[in-house]
């Protein structure tokens, strides 16, 4: 905890500082959180490598701002690449993937891709698209 609050950013007061390294990341909640995080990342095979770019941001940058969004292949691609490739077998296979389908089902719409590859969306997370999308507004038509 000392070494905690000696790395201390310029941009926050001493005193909040403090507060939040003793009142909350030292706070039980947020380990127990922080240990099943840690968990959960460790057993990720496809990895994202954008940091913390939204990918609406990449989305938008992808032909958005023009109106005319990229399609699902390239949002997975731009999502995971590591330089200017992709560099985990599985998420090369799951490209793979996406442009079969798409090259065979040219019309198909973005959701139904998503569900042949990774099965039904339920929550409020569409795979690709990040949370707070949900699979019934891209079935509606609203997304």
């Known amino acids: ?3 905690s609050l000696k790395c201390k950013s310029e941009r ?3 005193k909040d500082w403090e507060w939040l390294v003793k009142e909350h990341f030292c706070s039980e909640s947020f380990q127990v959180r922080s240990k099943r995080n840690i968990t959960n990342r460790a057993n990720l095979t496809m990895i994202h490598h954008i940091g913390s770019k939204p990918i609406r941001e990449i989305m938008y940058q992808q032909g958005g701002k023009d109106g005319n ?3 699902l292949g390239t949002i997975f691609y731009e999502i995971r690449k590591k330089g200017n490739k ?3 077998p599985e998420a090369i296979e ?3 993937q996406i442009e079969e ?3 065979a089902e040219p ?3 973005t959701i139904k ?3 042949k590859c990774w099965g039904p969306q339920n929550r409020s997370y569409v795979v690709c698209f990040g949370g707070g999308v949900k699979a019934k507004d891209m079935k509606g038509g609203t997304s």
Do not use: G, N
């Open 101 to 103: 389908i798409m090259k």
């Open 107 to 109: 019309s198909l719409p």
């Open 86 to 88: 992709l560099v985990e």
């Open 94 to 96: 799951k490209h793979a």
């Open 69 to 71: 969004p990229p399609d």
């Open 1 to 3: 905890m000392v070494h």
């Open 12 to 14: 926050v007061e001493k």
């Open 113 to 115: 891709i998503v569900e």
